[in-house]
């Protein structure tokens, strides 16, 4: 089994642009210089799936926290936007959700490529979180993530 590459702290964070759940346009670098704040960008398999929905509704529900940390949180699946707008609009989700259907960002983050899956080696999302600085490095790097209690192991290696 190959590994997928992996971001490690210190690494640039490749630069995206991608649409959001309303089809606009978001860049992370535009992000990061509009707003000052570091990003925390997770990335997740499937939009309106059990354990992605677990882990969506808790970064909604510790949202306040990042923010007041200078965190802004963004989410990436291979979703197309409508299914993204559908999500957000049915879990009453108040961050940016984005779309990558072509997986190009997945793959440049390390996010996509071979797995097990109930013991099988399969091609799919890798549950990870990349938290980017104010400077665009890599700050912290997470990969094969547990939808279930994530967001609090991310407060707690941030500080939050």
Not at 106 to 118: C, D, I, Q, V, W
């Amino acid at each position: 089994m190959s590994d997928p590459i992996r971001l490690e702290t210190g690494d640039p964070a490749p630069d995206f642009t991608l649409d959001d759940a309303d089809g606009k346009p978001v860049t992370l670098s535009q992000v990061l210089a509009e707003t000052g704040k570091r990003v925390v960008l997770y990335f997740y398999p499937a939009a309106m799936t059990p354990g992605c929905t677990t882990e969506a509704c808790d970064f909604r529900d510790n949202l306040r926290d990042f923010d007041s940390a200078g965190l802004t949180v963004l989410g990436v699946s291979p979703d197309t936007t409508d299914k993204l707008a559908k999500f957000r609009d049915k879990e009453g989700l108040t961050f940016t959700l984005l779309g990558d259907p072509d997986k190009e960002t997945l793959r440049a983050y390390g996010a996509f490529g071979e797995k097990k899956n109930y013991g099988r080696v399969v091609q799919g999302v890798i549950r990870s979180t990349i938290v980017v600085d104010t400077d665009g490095k890599v700050e912290r790097a997470f990969y094969n993530v547990k939808a279930t209690g994530h967001v609090d192991r991310i407060k707690r290696e941030l500080g939050v």
